[in-house]
């Protein structure tokens, strides 16, 4: 019946399709296949879709903690579908969501056993979560040799390629303002250094991230006025996805100058 129908009306009618169908429907011909795996597929696809909402909290009877995923739409009031975490996330300590992009999820924890973290022996272990196909990517970060440092993470999908990236932002706070900084992507599976591209002037990152098209944007402050006893001077500090450049939004006076707590 498919031969039936020009290819162009098969692609309107896949767009509004739900994800679980289209896992499917992957394994119907090779056209389809490369038509629904296509970067310009997914696109239009997530514009076209429901996004979930999801609220992490721990169940105090398990000592676990779950996600509860609604659908953003008009079945929202009858809603009872709970997600719980995948075993990846579950298995990490001291999980955090790092953020979301796309309709996926970006965790950061610890693998290892619990007596590890006393001796610093933990690999520290992201994992990308689809919640509508229940599947999940484990990616190790990059060992450090120096244990002065702090590091940050941002998630977010190329709206261009519609590649998975991580970026790694490492501070080394008590020795130096110096930071390094690294970008995973998961069509290489590989980290690689962008240490050349980090912004010139000092800051520690504060808060989550949130992803806005093409970047990912982090509230941010200059240490050097903390240490000083200058006035604060807070900014935005951005990841551009598509590029993989930093880059830096001053804020007005009234903003600037909050405490960064």
């Known amino acids: 019946m498919s031969d039936q129908i020009p290819f162009y009306i ?16 992957r394994s119907v011909c090779n056209e389809w296949k490369s038509f629904i795996d296509s970067s310009k597929f997914i696109a239009a696809h997530c514009v076209t879709q429901p996004q979930n909402l999801l609220l992490s909290y721990e169940d105090p009877v398990e000592k676990s903690e779950k996600c509860v995923s609604f659908m953003d739409d008009d079945t929202f009031p009858q809603q009872r579908f709970v997600h719980t975490l995948p075993m990846s996330v579950k298995l990490l300590i001291g999980s955090t969501i790092v953020g979301s992009s796309y309709g996926l999820l970006c965790f950061r924890g610890h ?26 990517i484990t990616i190790p970060m990059p060992n450090k040799f120096n244990k002065d440092h702090e590091t940050d993470l941002g998630f977010g999908v190329c709206p261009v390629t519609i590649d998975l990236k991580i970026v790694e932002i490492t501070q080394f706070h008590k020795t130096s303002y110096n930071c390094e900084a690294k970008v995973y992507t998961v069509s290489s599976g590989k980290w690689r250094s962008l240490s050349s591209n980090v912004p010139s002037k000092q800051f520690r990152v504060f808060w989550a991230q949130v992803v806005v098209d093409r970047f990912i944007y982090w509230c941010a402050f200059d240490p050097t006025t903390i240490d ?21 939004v001053e804020l007005p006076d009234c903003l600037r100058r909050h405490s960064p707590s």
């Open 10 to 25: 098969q692609e309107e009618i896949m767009k509004k399709l739900p994800v679980k169908s289209l896992v499917q429907f």
């Open 228 to 248: 000083n006893e200058l006035p604060n001077h807070n900014f935005i500090m951005s990841f551009d996805i598509t590029n993989e450049n930093f880059g830096v």
């Open 111 to 136: 693998c290892g056993k619990r007596e590890d973290l006393w001796t610093k022996l933990e690999t520290e272990t992201v994992v990308l979560w689809n919640p509508l196909i229940r599947k999940t």
